[in-house]
Structure formats: structure tokens, C-alpha cells
């Protein structure tokens, strides 16, 4: 009897395990120069492509080292973002500027 409960009490755990890594969105890290800003949407090419993110309010956005919002977002900008993808979709989680338009 003791064998049959700690078997159920594994495959629960195992089960759990396992139901929290489906729900968990996968972290992506990318880096490169904004192309491309639509409505609540960023386009960044970086070395070999194109990623298309979302922001949204909660994205913590960082210019300097101090906080920024969407609307500092140009074209031309050098970023450094987080996302965690949540089925086909991109949701940036931060964005840093790293290089403005105008600076060396």
C-alpha cells in the first residue's frame, strides 16, 4: 500500500512538473536596430533577422539607465530587449537603448 501511495504521489508531482513548464512563455533575448514601429508594435533587425515584438504598458523601458516609455521609440535605434514568446507572439518584457540616432 505505502509503494502504491509514493507511485501516485511521484506521478502527481512528475505531472505538475510538467504542466508548469508548458504554461511557462520562453524567454528570448535580442539585439539590434529598430526598423520598423507600427501602433503597439516593434520591428528590430539584428545580424541575420527580423523580430517582431509587441509592447505593452507593463514594458520596462530604459534609456541611459533611466526610465523611458514607447514614445522615446525611433527608428534607428541600437536596443537590447527581453520578450517571452507566448505561442506565435512576441511580448517585450524590457528594452533598453542602447544607441540613439544621433549618438557615437
Known amino acids: 500500500m505505502a509503494r502504491l501511495s509514493l507511485a ?3 506521478a502527481i508531482a512528475i505531472g505538475c512538473s510538467l504542466m508548469v513548464r508548458v504554461s511557462r512563455a520562453e524567454e528570448v533575448k535580442c539585439e539590434g536596430m529598430i526598423t520598423m514601429i507600427d501602433g503597439d508594435h516593434v520591428t528590430l533587425k ?22 523611458g516609455s514607447a514614445m522615446d521609440l525611433k527608428v534607428g535605434q541600437k536596443v537590447k530587449c527581453v520578450c517571452e514568446k507566448k505561442g ?11 544607441k540613439g540616432m544621433n549618438q557615437r
Open 8 to 10: 501516485a504521489m511521484l
Open 88 to 98: 506565435e507572439e512576441m511580448i517585450c518584457t524590457t528594452l533598453a537603448i542602447i
Open 46 to 67: 539584428d545580424a541575420t533577422e527580423e523580430h517582431q515584438m509587441k509592447i505593452e504598458p507593463a514594458t520596462k523601458i530604459m534609456i541611459n539607465g533611466k526610465p
